[in-house]
């Protein structure tokens, strides 16, 4: 018979020294970034969200001196970096565009005109025929 010796049994569980964390309450790595915080916070503001000279701290000056602080753990002051980081600098914004008054074809015509590229049609190729510009209604819907 080639019956194969019974697999050993496995080790013993490590016993547990103590009940354990009890549900509900946060690791101490969590509990020392949360402690951290706190104190930073608390060197910041005075008398609620407040500077010393007792103007109101502003979001951009709180970020500024949450990711300023050494103290903090490099997660919350990289953080407090990319929250500040739109309000330090604008957004560079397109020039407006200038309102004119002549048509649209009026207007591409201009621009075919200053690239040198040619026109796909001729102006009296633009005018659609009375029974084409009645199909065209009918077929947005702006003629029943």
């Known amino acids: 018979m080639n ?3 019974p697999p050993p049994p496995p080790p013993p569980l490590p016993v547990k020294r103590g009940p354990g964390r009890p549900p509900g309450r946060r690791n101490n790595a969590t509990l020392m970034k949360l402690r951290q ?3 930073a916070m608390n060197g910041i503001t005075s008398e609620g969200a407040t500077n010393p000279d007792g103007k109101p701290v502003m979001a951009l000056e709180y ?6 602080d050494p ?3 490099v ?5 407090a970096a990319s929250l500040a980081g739109p309000l330090e600098t604008a957004r560079p914004v397109p020039p407006p565009v200038e309102k004119t008054d002549e048509k ?3 207007s591409l015509d201009a621009a075919f005109a200053r690239t040198g590229r040619a026109r796909l ?5 633009r005018i659609l025929s009375p029974a084409d510009h009645d199909e065209l209604n009918r077929l947005l819907g702006l003629v029943e």
């Open 3 to 5: 019956a194969r010796p």
């Open 37 to 39: 915080i706190e104190c």
């Open 63 to 68: 970020l500024q001196a949450l990711y300023r």
């Open 71 to 73: 103290t903090l753990p």
């Open 75 to 79: 997660e919350v002051r990289v953080k």
């Open 104 to 106: 649209l074809a009026d």
């Open 121 to 125: 049609l001729t102006p009296e190729q």
